[in-house]
């Protein structure tokens, strides 16, 4: 695949992408594909700038009439998908399904907006005071600061951008400067979408490419009042302060260490599909990859050479091929990274599958990597870190509530998964006393979640919620308001005060 035909095909100007002094490279081959000009500080101020002139006009344009904007956005993602989604596999490494299935989840999230913004809803509630009404609204909240990473380049984007821009607000995006030209073709698809709708302000959405110093400029920026970021706890970790500092709001969605749990009534063939999706699917590079396994003891024995025999057959070659499951993993650091995890997990662990690097023809720059499967005991403090590959640790236990005190003793908490047919189990699981994560599934795996519901986990995953069911709240500010139609003056709670 030809990184010039497929942005021919977007429409993005070649210029953007043979000019600069950032050189992106693909993972496939591990060879440049392209140079990508970085905003400079001068440039920054001045997107921030329209970025707020976009924001005072865009509030006032009826949210329903902000929806057209991303009916029509939804509608080009729809004509560009396969074009789009090969960018993703080219620059991020995932295979062309999984390519295809994050340009879907923006057409989706596109989809989920339009209907929200005739749907921006706020409560009425009854007031303690004669002829007085008590409502709220939702208004809009300025220019939004989006941090995106490399693993979900354009849809974690969209899923921000398209609530925020029906919300009322203008957006600046930071992607990961590993991805730089999914964003470019993102913005240009999203202008072409302002070229069509009458009277959209042209600063409504500024791309701001760049190393860590564009980052830390926009979370410390007061103009901006909230800021959503995805990428590493390390990450969260230095921009929440400085945005708590200035009091701005921050929408987090960090690191996850997800674990399935694989009860005895599992249907065990269901399970093997989705373990090996959710471990290994997107070279094990997703938040909600599958990173830890605790079998019940009864099936152990069964499952894990089972889980062994499939790793042992996985197709690991260009994201290009129709028959490739794995594809590179995305820079050499990644694979430092994981091959650092694995001597760490040596010194606990047992009977490793995989984890060596594989040689592909004509991908000789490519770091691609045979997953790995290690038996290792649930108190081994590598299972308390998430490496960013297809690492996948095994333990087994005897109680469910056990189970649950290993699988909730790590620190971050985004996704879940039980494998059970005992109803019993399965509402434990989803219960006060069960998963302490964002996400909690029966029956499917941990990665792979629908945009329709509330993104994000807790712990050192953030806190925040994206994407679906009522994270918009998010980008708004909830406004109180008790409206007097007496001709009277009653003060709240009884409180007589004359003079
Ligand atoms: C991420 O890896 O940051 O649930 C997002 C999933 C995808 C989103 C992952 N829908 O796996």
Not at 33 to 44: D, K, L, N, R, Y
Not at 276 to 297: D, K, M, P
């Amino acid at each position: 695949m030809n990184i010039n035909t497929i942005a021919t095909a977007l429409g993005i100007d070649l210029d953007l992408i043979n000019h600069g002094d950032l050189t992106v490279f693909s993972p496939i081959e591990g060879n440049p594909i392209g140079q990508v000009t970085t905003v400079s500080p001068q440039c920054m101020e001045q997107s921030i700038i329209a970025a707020e002139e976009a924001f005072v006009q865009w509030r006032q344009v009826p949210a329903p009439k902000r929806g057209e904007l991303i009916r029509v956005f939804g509608q080009i993602l729809r004509d560009n998908k396969e074009a789009l989604g090969a960018l993703v596999t080219l620059e991020c490494g995932k295979i062309y399904q999984e390519g295809l299935g994050e340009v879907q989840e923006m057409i989706d999230i596109c989809d989920f907006s339009v209907g929200l913004s005739r749907q921006l809803y706020g409560l009425t509630i009854a007031s303690e005071r004669l002829e007085h009404r008590m409502f709220e609204s939702w208004q809009p909240m300025g220019p939004v600061g989006i941090i995106s990473a490399f693993n979900f380049p354009v849809a974690v984007w969209a899923w921000n951008a398209t609530l925020a821009i029906i919300c009322g607000n203008s957006v600046l995006w930071k992607p990961s400067d590993k991805t730089p030209i999914t964003a470019i073709a993102c913005q240009t698809l999203l202008q072409k979408a302002i070229a069509i709708v009458a009277d959209i302000p042209q600063g409504l959405s500024q791309l701001l490419i760049g190393g860590a110093d564009v980052g830390e400029r926009l979370v410390a920026d007061k103009r901006i009042p909230v800021i959503s970021a995805t990428g590493s706890t390390a990450m969260g970790r230095a921009i929440a302060p400085v945005v708590a500092e200035r009091f701005g709001r921050s929408i987090l969605e960090l690191g996850g260490n997800n674990a399935m749990i694989i009860a005895p009534s599992a249907n065990l063939d269901m399970a093997l599909r989705a373990i090996v999706f959710g471990a290994v699917g997107s070279a094990g590079q997703r938040c909600t990859t599958t990173r830890r396994l605790l079998i019940h003891n009864e099936i152990y024995a069964s499952l894990v050479p089972a889980l062994q025999r499939i790793y042992g057959q996985l197709t690991v070659g260009n994201p290009f091929l129709k028959e490739t499951l794995v594809g590179p993993l995305i820079d050499k650091e990644a694979f430092d990274n994981m091959q650092y995890a694995l001597k760490q997990a040596e010194y606990t662990g047992n009977n490793r599958v995989g984890g060596q690097r594989i040689n592909i023809p004509d991908c000789n720059n490519g770091y691609y990597v045979a997953p790995a499967l290690i038996e290792m005991p649930a108190t081994a403090p590598m299972i308390q870190t998430e490496t960013f590959a297809p690492i996948l640790y095994l333990y087994p236990y005897t109680d469910l509530h056990e189970a649950i005190a290993q699988h909730n003793d790590v620190p971050q908490g985004l996704s879940s998964a039980i494998f059970t047919n005992d109803i019993r189990e399965s509402e434990m699981f989803l219960s006060a006393v069960g998963s302490d994560c964002g996400i909690a599934n029966v029956n499917i795996g941990t990665s792979g979640a629908e945009i329709g519901g509330a993104f994000g986990g807790e712990k050192e995953t953030g806190g925040g919620r994206e994407s679906g069911s009522d994270a918009w709240k998010g980008y708004m500010r909830r406004v109180t308001s008790t409206l007097n139609y007496s001709s009277e003056l009653p003060l709240a709670q009884g409180i007589e005060f004359t003079f």
